[in-house]
């Protein structure tokens, strides 16, 4: 089954969100402390991911371009509003509260590769592992974010089911039309933009920035265009070199 993966993900942010509710009444020290340890490890993922590209000037054009469309789109406004949307309709108390946690789990549980390689597996060869690991993380992630974040956690699984489905979806004819050494560079170069993303959202947690990560988040499709762009120029190069 191809979107096992994706549903299992789904399952266990619903999950760990249900039982931080449960377990609210963690002091509030410890739910800081918490949230500041998550926030250095999520730091540390980031800068770890975004060591991963040989060619790092695609990495900046797309952060760069990616924050252009980002700002123009005003994606993070967008969310925000979402989140805000989503919280009246429930009828919750504390405003920003949900769209804060909607907004802020969602972009820890989308952005990465991870998320884009797991998917990927689990379209291409049915193979779940990568996501059934990611589930684990997201599980005990979205059970402290909601400790202090609130229910709004709870709302990311929709985004993150029809992110990750859509992509599994997507990669069962994926092979069909794409070479696997320009998937190779897109996954090495998304993996280094995903992973800018990520500590941007670590120092956000630990209170140092306030950086709209959602308006970097078209970063992502820029990077897939560069880095088509640079593989079929360089076979281009590389032909006419060989007939010189």
């Not at 597996?121 to 993380?137: A, C, E, F, M, N």
Request: aromatic share 8%.
């Amino acid at each position: 089954m191809v979107l096992l993966g994706t549903i299992v993900n789904g399952l266990c942010i619903i999950l760990g969100t249900l039982l931080g509710k449960v377990l609210h009444r963690i002091p509030e020290k410890m739910k800081t402390t918490v949230m500041h340890g998550i926030g250095l490890a999520v730091v540390i993922l980031g800068i770890q991911m975004g060591l991963k590209s040989n060619q790092f000037l695609i990495v900046i054009f797309s952060l760069v371009l990616g924050a252009v469309l980002g700002e123009w789109w005003d994606l993070d406004g967008k969310l925000n509003k979402l989140g805000l949307w989503i919280e009246r309709k429930i009828g919750a108390k504390g405003e920003g509260s949900i769209a804060k946690g909607f907004v802020t789990a969602t972009l820890i549980f989308v952005i990465g590769a991870m998320a884009i390689i797991g998917s990927l597996d689990s379209g291409l060869r049915q193979d779940h592992r990568v996501l059934y690991t990611k589930s684990i993380i997201d599980g005990f992630t979205s059970l402290v974010l909601a400790t202090t974040l609130g229910i709004g956690v709870l709302f990311s699984a929709v985004p993150v089911m029809l992110y990750q489905g859509s992509i599994a979806l997507f990669a069962t004819q994926i092979e069909k039309w794409v070479p696997t050494d320009l998937m190779d560079a897109f996954i090495a170069d998304m993996t280094s933009t995903g992973g800018l993303m990520i500590l941007a959202i670590g120092l956000n947690l630990l209170g140092i920035t306030t950086i709209r990560v959602a308006n970097l988040l078209p970063g992502i499709l820029v990077t897939a265009g560069l880095v088509t762009c640079v593989y079929y120029w360089s076979n281009m190069v590389h032909f006419v070199q060989t007939f010189l």
